[in-house]
């Protein structure tokens, strides 16, 4: 089938928080919408899979043709079912077809991965992981997400998965995980620890509300919160340096609310990635090009992997 200049793909990123959902021309965004997720729960389970095809629809432009449609969601995620099993942060599209579905009602192929491997593959098709032949990224928010890629396509454990290296033990710390191990690397280097202690450090600051030059600013003058930063960028460090000895990525690329501080935990991270020449490790380390849309971006690329 030769494909028109009207063709379009879709790519939706399933969140416990938003669902965003993108259509892709030829030359790029053409549209996109980003809703509650909030706003499927209160459907019936039978009614979401409707409600966002319609959604998916609504975002075509007129005399243009939909080829296919991919989805990369929060969470464990069944390829090869076609079926999410997210009961703690995506109950309402969870434990139904939900793959099956969308294609009943939009008759294109479609196609769901996790979350992480979605942003990873917006990255490399689209933004700062063009080019790269192994390319790994972790993105930093409330837990630790990691996703490889190796020529575009994602490395997968034996069962199909993603590695869920947020759960890489870094630590003799007793700091117990959800998991069911101590010391998780997610435990000491998500988002969540700095803004967690941050908050301890500064009562009163609401860490979302401030920016790198607010937090740079306070660490000129206080030693304390410099050296929060950079016993953070250490513990982020100690994980990552498990990760590029064993994949040896040519690029890491740090994402999430968390990478905007890289600046100032670069030294802590840097500290923790040093070895002897013999022995070093590729720390050719850049920001997210794309930011909050490379899962939608990277969910349209999904339908062209198998
Ligand atoms: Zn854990």
């Known amino acids: 089938m030769s494909h028109s ?27 996109t919408r980003t809703l509650p997720t ?7 389970q039978s009614q979401r899979s409707e409600a966002l095809a319609f959604q998916v629809r609504e975002l075509i432009p007129t005399g243009m043709e939909l080829l296919s449609l991919g989805i990369g969601a929060s969470g464990p995620v069944d390829t090869d079912a076609g079926v999410i099993t997210n009961k703690d942060t ?27 491997v979605a942003a990873v593959l917006g990255e490399y098709a689209f933004g700062a992981g063009i080019g790269s032949k192994r390319l790994l990224m972790v993105t930093l928010g409330t837990g630790i997400g990691v996703a490889l890629l190796e020529n575009g396509r994602p490395f997968r454990t034996g069962n199909g998965q993603h590695p869920e290296a947020g759960h890489i033990p870094i630590s003799g710390n007793q700091t117990p995980c959800y998991c069911g191990l ?10 969540s620890w700095l803004q ?4 301890a450090l500064l009562p009163g600051i609401s860490f979302e509300k401030n920016n790198v030059s607010f937090y740079s600013d306070i660490a000129a003058q206080r030693q304390d919160v410099a050296a929060l930063f950079h016993r953070y960028g250490s513990y982020l460090g100690r994980g990552l340096v498990t ?6 990525p040519d690029l890491t690329i740090l994402s999430g609310s968390a990478a905007h501080y890289y600046p100032l935990f670069r030294s802590g991270l840097d ?16 920001p997210s ?18």
């Open 271 to 286: 500290e923790s990635l040093r070895r002897s020449e013999a022995y070093a490790v590729n720390t050719l380390i850049v």
């Open 196 to 199: 967690q202690n941050l908050e």
């Open 182 to 191: 101590h010391g998780c690397w997610e435990t000491l280097a998500s988002r």
């Open 5 to 31: 200049a009207s063709a379009v793909t879709a790519g939706i990123d399933l969140g416990g928080t938003g669902t965003r959902i993108v259509i892709r021309g030829e030359s790029g965004t053409i549209n």
């Open 90 to 116: 995506l109950a309402c599209f969870s434990f139904f077809p939900l793959v099956d579905e969308l294609h009943q009602h939009l008759k294109v192929k479609v196609s769901m991965d996790n979350d992480a």
């Open 38 to 44: 909030a706003y499927f729960t209160q459907l019936s």
């Open 289 to 306: 090009k794309l930011g909050d849309i490379a899962g939608a971006l990277g969910a349209t690329v999904i339908p062209s992997l198998d």
């Open 243 to 248: 990760l590029l000895t064993l994949y040896g």
